[in-house]
């Protein structure tokens, strides 16, 4: 690292190469490898030279070029194998927020609290209740929609909880 916070600029290319270069939790891939089709070769491995480098090095261009295309030709599947795990993690993370989620079901005649959020006319401030008054249920909709009783259908889906008396 460096000293002094000024120069952070000359720093900014390593840490892009330790970006790209990382495999992401979501997609189970290197960025660089998606977009490239072969795994970066980090100035290291050019000043020590590793198996992969030597072996690249001792090839003809006729042979590298034949070698490249195949990376290439792969690279189509690993993209593929890399959206599938993304989906992958999107559901498993999805069923480990739901897990913790009840659902609440409502009938129709029941009593709900309205929340009322900053941005609304309602708000009056922090010490003012967070809840509007009671509201009747007139519909209830598939996917746990609700309609209350003096609601504009133009009024976008509130936060809403049972109502005790």
Known sequence: MTDNH???HEQLPYALL????????SSGAIPYL??????????????????????????DNVEWVRVRYEQLDLIDEKRM??????????????????????????QIGQMVLKRIFLHQDEYKGKFAP???????????????VVVLTEMDEQDGPKSIKRYYA
């Open 34 to 59: 998606l977009v490239y089709g072969t795994e970066a070769v980090i100035p290291t491995k050019v000043e020590i030279p590793s198996l992969r480098i030597i072996q690249e090095v001792e090839l």
């Open 81 to 106: 194998v890399s959206i599938c795990h993304s989906q992958l993690y999107r559901q498993m993370m999805a069923r480990a927020f739901n897990k913790r989620i009840g659902t609440r079901l409502f």
């Open 6 to 8: 000024k120069c952070w």
């Open 130 to 144: 967070n809840w509007q008054v009671p509201y009747a249920v007139r519909k209830v909709l598939s996917g746990g």
């Open 18 to 25: 330790g970006h790209h270069t990382t495999a992401r939790t």
